[in-house]
């Protein structure tokens, strides 16, 4: 469903003094073996190095973000496994070397029901949206809009529009990207591309081109909402409940993580939002939490 949401996360050693003293990056601080409960004074977290607006070695990643935070909260020292994410194999073999392998112990972006790995309860909620050239006034506002069949759209590989856009017939007039497979390249190619005139509109995931939109002001985001695309067909939703990801059988990390989300949601949101992440309900847009 993701850009790496099929994506994302987050040095030479670091000493990061944003948040508290206590935090420590580390280049591939490992303790080996440990379980997450067994190491109560340090929260491991794996992360891709260099996949803004995700993460990156220097913090500045909206993942990093929320990691300083829930650190603080539990008191622990704040570690990370730096690991590609757009590599072979992509989020799963991420997830395989990383978190399975015990290496780290908690993932900051997890999709919420995802039977991949164990998850906390979500603590933020976000979506797909199109993104256009103000200056363009055809009414986009759904992925059935008769607009579309007149545009040239840009979409993520293997993400959730890809079958609506198969299964409308607009595949002929679609440009595929693969930033989440593409290591060298940024998410703000997308938010490039519409702005150069490459295509018409692009489909993406909100919280990986969020971080840009204050450099494209001449750009307009709409949600994508849900639709039934035929009769007896189920409803395609837009819009997913992300959580953090621990291994299956970690309950007392993800107990401790569940009650960081519950006392410190203002804290999270704030992360989420001074990074450009947007909150959605699946019909519309929001200020506050779902």
Not at 3 to 15: D, H, K, P, V
Not at 24 to 52: H, I, M
Request: hydrophobic letters at 40%; proline letters at 5%.
């Amino acid at each position: 469903m993701r850009l790496g949401i099929s994506t994302r996360l987050a040095a030479a050693s670091i000493f990061f003094t944003a948040c508290a003293s206590h935090i420590v990056l580390a280049k591939n601080d490992e303790v080996a073996g440990a379980d997450a409960s067994a190491v109560s004074n340090v929260l491991r977290v794996c992360a891709d190095p260099d996949y803004l607006p995700f993460s990156n070695r220097n913090g500045e990643g909206f993942q990093n973000k929320v990691a300083e935070v829930v650190a603080k909260a539990m008191g622990r020292k704040l570690s990370y496994v730096w690991e590609s994410e757009r590599g072979q194999g992509g989020f799963t073999n991420f997830l395989a070397d990383t978190l399975d392998a015990g290496r780290c112990d908690v993932v900051m972006d997890f999709p919420h029901g995802d039977e991949e790995d164990g998850y906390t309860k979500p603590y933020y909620q976000s979506a797909y949206v199109f993104v256009t050239r103000k200056s363009d006034n055809r009414a986009v506002t759904a992925m059935t809009s008769p607009a579309l069949a007149e545009m040239k759209i840009g979409f993520q590989d293997d993400t959730t529009p890809v079958e609506a856009i198969k299964m409308l017939g607009l595949i002929d007039n679609a440009v595929v990207f693969n930033v989440a497979e593409s290591p060298r390249e940024s998410p703000r190619a997308m938010l490039q591309a519409v702005q150069d005139g490459q295509v018409d509109v692009m489909i993406t995931w909100q919280p990986a081109i969020g971080y840009f939109l204050k450099d494209y002001p001449d750009l307009r985001v709409r949600e994508v909402p849900p639709e039934q695309y035929g009769p007896g067909l189920p409803q395609v939703n837009y819009a997913y409940k992300m959580s953090m990801g621990v291994r299956k059988n970690d309950n007392n990390l993800k107990e401790a993580l569940d009650k960081v989300i519950d006392t410190h949601r203002a804290e999270l949101d704030a992360a989420l939002n001074d990074s450009g992440v947007k909150f959605y309900t699946g019909r519309h847009s929001v200020n506050e939490p779902f």
